[in-house]
């Protein structure tokens, strides 16, 4: 077998070296999570709810350590890789709640009794991006075993570290052997064959729209349920009657987050035309003073970018004519870094405004009142996130209805929690996470009819 080489973006040196997974280790993987599934989906529901509480004071015991690791992988400030973790742990509690509220349903129908389960899939597979490794496996992770899943985990090759852990972690927290598997490997290899395996009951997918839609497509062959959870190129909504300095102080932590590497980066800044130069005005020392630097460094606001391809990715969104109205600075050394860059004026059609970048780049797009910014912030292929801020409730209200968006603030830039539901509309994704809503796409609805008379 052999190696993946891992990464730490801040330093450019290889950081561990592991096995690379193949399509055999799949579907060993899959033999091993078959096996253990009619043991697990019968585990009494509260002695399963008491072993996910148990794997999440185990997760939390370890936090630190993972936080370390999750920063120097995949490049992000230690600040933020412990808020990360803290919602891993707080994922894990959440969804332990959830084996004894699987509730169904008495049905009034003639002749009997009509009730409802909710079932769960058997063996599902998990394939996860880059950006928030941890985080966002818990979100498929969590649901599926409490649900009474078993699961194969697939990681990005460039940050597999903190999924193998959790894997490790979940042995010694006692969830038993197969039910939670973790295969390090290529997505066009590993993925791949999680999608096309006849014993896989469903694919969960975060990643690119690109991808995504080879998945969805590859998941016909054998009618797996598909949830995706795709990019975006989201809209923060600024209109002149917004409180313009609390708007231009919180734009940019919602682009420059990760380092842009956020499916929720609210990338396209729509803001009023009578407010455009108080809000650049306004942004521009937010941007100036971020603090970009060693992951590790507690002062640290923005890390590097994943690798030294997304940076060339990036760069080609930024030519030398771009309309660069605010840049932050990046440190010397190694590193893929790339500085905090704010675009402005930027038309909604132009390549930086329409496609995801996934790096610190933003473009500010000035409107003229209300039907303008609706239309330009729903002319996207996308709709995941988005915020509007204006100090008229009535007016923000309208608007946030009128996106064509899964998720949306008003007079705040947040996207996720884990009790309320997280996804796209449009080619941003199919299904929710977290919140009750993750819990239907890790069931099926099964229907008994009870026959009590004649
Ligand atoms: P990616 O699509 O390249 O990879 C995601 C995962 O899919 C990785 O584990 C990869 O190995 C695997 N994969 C790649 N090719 C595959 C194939 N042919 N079959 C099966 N699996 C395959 O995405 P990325 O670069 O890791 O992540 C960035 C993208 O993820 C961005 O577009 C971003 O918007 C999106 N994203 C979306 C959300 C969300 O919740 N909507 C969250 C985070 C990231």
């Known amino acids: 077998m052999s190696s993946i080489e891992v990464i730490e973006p801040a330093t450019e040196r290889v950081m561990a070296e592991l096995p690379r997974g193949g399509a055999e280790e799949v579907d060993a993987a899959v033999a091993r999570a078959k096996a253990a599934f009619p043991a697990w989906g019968a585990v009494n529901p509260a002695d399963r709810a008491a072993l996910l509480r148990g794997l999440a004071d ?9 936080a370390v690791l999750e920063a120097r992988n995949a490049g992000k400030p230690i600040g933020d890789a412990r808020g990360e973790i803290g919602m891993v742990v ?43 490794p941890l985080t966002i496996a818990s979100w498929k992770v969590a649901p599926a075993l409490a649900a009474g899943n078993c699961v194969v985990l697939k990681p990005a090759e460039l ?7 959790l894997e490790k972690i979940a042995l010694e927290a006692g969830l038993p052997e197969g039910v939670l598997n973790v295969v390090a490997g290529p997505g066009s290899v590993c993925g791949a064959r999680l999608v096309e395996h006849p014993d896989v009951a469903k694919v969960a997918f975060t990643g690119s729209t690109e991808v995504g839609r080879g998945i ?19 809209a923060n909504v600024v209109f002149a009657d917004a409180d313009i300095e609390a708007a231009a102080a919180a734009a940019p932590g919602a682009v420059f987050g990760n380092a842009g590497q956020d499916c929720c980066a609210r ?28 992951p590790l460094d507690e002062a640290t606001q923005m890390g590097p970018l994943i690798s030294a391809g997304q940076r060339e990715a990036v760069s080609s969104y930024v030519p030398d004519d771009a309309p660069v109205a605010i840049r932050g600075s990046v440190p ?29 780049v933003a473009c500010v797009i000035p409107f003229d009142g209300e039907e303008e910014a609706i239309g330009l912030a729903n002319a996207t292929i996308y709709g995941l996130s988005g915020s509007v801020w204006s100090r008229d409730g009535a007016r923000a209200l309208r608007v946030a209805r009128a996106l064509d968006t899964g998720v949306i603030s008003i007079n705040s830039n947040t996207s996720v929690r884990v009790s309320t539901p997280f996804g ?28 009590t008379e004649g």
């Open 424 to 451: 796209g509309f449009k080619q941003s994704g199919v299904g929710r996470e977290l919140g009750p809503d993750a819990l239907e796409h890790y069931t099926e609805v099964k229907n008994v009819y009870y026959a």
């Open 267 to 294: 990338s396209r800044i729509l803001v009023e035309r009578a407010a455009l130069d108080d809000f650049l005005a306004a942004m521009a020392p937010h941007v100036e003073a971020l603090r970009v630097g060693d």
């Open 58 to 66: 185990a997760i939390e015991e370890r936090s630190e350590a993972l």
């Open 332 to 360: 010397d050394g190694p590193g893929y870094w790339f500085p905090p860059t704010v675009l402005a004026p930027v038309g909604n059609e132009e390549r930086a405004a329409r496609e995801e970048i996934f790096g610190p």
């Open 90 to 132: 707080e994922t894990f509690r959440y969804y332990a709640g959830a084996p004894e509220r699987l509730l169904g349903q008495t049905i009034p129908v003639g002749g009997g009794v009509d009730m409802t389960f909710r079932e769960p899939l058997g063996v599902v597979g998990l394939i996860v991006p880059w950006n928030f």
């Open 159 to 165: 940050t597999p570290l903190t999924a193998l852990e």
């Open 216 to 234: 969805a497509a590859g998941a016909a062959a054998t009618i797996k349920r598909v949830t995706l959870e795709l990019g975006g190129k989201s």
